[in-house]
């Protein structure tokens, strides 16, 4: 089945880290560019960061550059979102997604909660 | 950094109606404009890629339009499973925006 499934929110601290997971099923990451999207509770969608399908290029939203890394792991077929210095606006439902040749963002896995709260 | 906007926010809509939500960026993404379903509780859904391309499984009442700055994503005939948000997205250049959503409500 072609899917993605992510992992590993919960709850955590302000200034602490969290590592996010997103695997792959039924196509691989070298053959795609992944993305993470993020959603605070009740409000809009916002880009997080991209790794280009050859791990070339990476880039990041204003709001978590120098914070937030992106990675892969090809051997496991896994994405993940590094995420340090955690603040309370981080809270937000976070969403791997792959994006298409056409750029557009064509499948999306179910979401993982991150609560940034003392 | 490429602004989008969307309009209305909300519109109430009866099953059968035409809907039409606009996105405008704030410099021109040629046709790098993809629009997108989320209902409550779920992942977004890819409906129109490159401003007017259909994704494969989205019913033909949906459609797409438009290159520049100015799109449009018209549903010519309001069915129930289409009472939703949705959202434009700029894929033109990093980092990749996406507009503030359009709720259309019964």
């Known amino acids: 089945q072609v899917q993605v499934v992510e992992s590993g929110g919960g709850v955590v601290q302000p200034g602490r880290s969290l590592r996010l997971s997103c695997a792959a099923s039924?196509?691989?990451?070298?053959?795609?560019?992944m993305h993470w999207v993020r959603q605070a509770p009740g409000k809009g969608l916002e880009w997080v960061a991209v790794?280009?399908?050859?791990?070339?290029?990476?880039y990041y939203g204003e709001s978590v550059k120098g914070r937030f890394t992106i990675s892969r792991d090809t051997s496991k077929n896994t994405l993940y979102l590094q995420m340090n210095s955690l603040r309370a606006e981080d809270t937000a439902v976070y969403y791997c997604a792959r994006a298409s040749g056409d750029s557009a963002f064509d499948m999306w896995g179910q979401g993982t909660m991150v609560t940034v709260s003392s | 950094d490429i602004q989008m906007t969307q309009s209305p926010s909300s519109l109430s809509a009866s099953v059968g109606d035409r809907v039409t939500i606009t996105c405008r960026a704030s410099q021109s993404i040629s046709s790098y404009l993809n629009w997108y379903q989320q209902k409550p509780g779920k992942a977004p859904k890819l409906l129109i890629y490159a401003a007017s391309s259909l994704q494969s499984g989205v019913p033909s009442r949906l459609s797409g339009s438009g290159s520049g700055t100015d799109f449009t994503l018209t549903i010519s005939s309001l069915q129930p499973e289409d009472f939703a948000t949705y959202y434009c997205q700029q894929t033109h250049s990093p980092p990749l925006t996406f507009g503030p959503g359009t709720k259309v409500e019964i």
């Open positions: 790794i280009w399908y050859d791990g070339s290029n990476k």
């Open positions: 039924g196509f691989t990451l070298t053959s795609y560019g």
